[in-house]
């Protein structure tokens, strides 16, 4: 009974001593201040790469457009520009659209129209609809 005393007291020290050891002060996101202490700039919380080549991206959504928290932006693979729905928490795409006419690849998203899972959006005399936004569209 004395040692089993023992083991659960060695146990118990063990278990609080690296409980406070391992402790590390959390310093907080650095931030970036200016002589009256002002925060000037922000890290980065993620960055996502949008096109495969570096390049510029051809398609364009003019305005802000989200839906559940992730935003719609324009990704490009190649000769392959699409919209793409990427996580606002993590950066990371959830998916990506490009059922596009041939025509109308070099997408401008000036007049959009959203309703819960719906999103609409003009293209010359063509009305694209893309329905399940916050999932993976059909």
Do not use: H
């Amino acid at each position: 009974m004395e040692r089993l005393k023992v083991v659960l007291l060695s146990l118990a020290l063990t278990t609080v001593s690296v409980g406070i050891f391992s402790c590390e002060k959390d310093e907080g996101i650095p931030l970036a201040k200016d002589a009256e202490g002002l925060i000037t700039s922000m890290p980065y919380q993620w960055k996502t790469s949008l096109s495969t080549d570096g390049g510029l991206i051809y398609g364009l959504i003019r305005e802000s457009v989200s839906f559940d928290n992730n935003v719609l932006l324009s990704s490009q693979d190649g000769e392959s520009i699409k919209m793409a729905m990427l996580s606002s928490r993590s950066g990371k795409i959830l998916w990506e659209w490009d059922d596009l006419f041939e025509e109308d690849r070099n997408f401008d998203v000036s007049r959009r129209y959203q309703y819960n899972q719906y999103f609409a959006f003009q293209r010359g005399n063509r009305a694209y609809t893309i329905e399940g936004i916050s999932k993976n569209p059909s």
